[in-house]
């Protein structure tokens, strides 16, 4: 059991190591709602690959790591429309979590349904995306 939390611990140093570098991206703002100016955690879009990666990545606001963490706590609403500019965004990991979350809410929020559908996903982005799900 010990050596498993040594491995865990090594991960979550690795990950935070790419705090500077995701700081640096992101403008210090959550990655998917822009929010500026509160606490940003590293967080590794899944499935993650047995070396952390900067590019799958994001620098995330408390709210959006939860709701992206806990798909079954997801809270769908109009607050959320911030994704319908992060699904366009050239860091893919962006674009994968937010079609995540555009898709978790889509039978509820019509304008969702739509931004889905006028999404353009390269077909790399389009499957990771379908991963973890």
Sequence with gaps: MAKGYEV?????????SFGKELARRSKSRCELCETSGVRLTAFE???EPKVPELDRCLFLCERCREQAENPRRF???EDWRCLAQAVWSEIPAIQVMAVRLLRRQA?????????????YLDPEIAAWADEAI
């Design 107 to 119: 039978d509820s929020q019509p304008w969702a349904q739509e931004t889905l559908e006028e999404a």
């Design 75 to 77: 809270q769908a609403g």
């Design 45 to 47: 879009v899944p499935p």
């Design 8 to 16: 865990n611990q090594e991960r979550v140093a690795a990950i935070a």
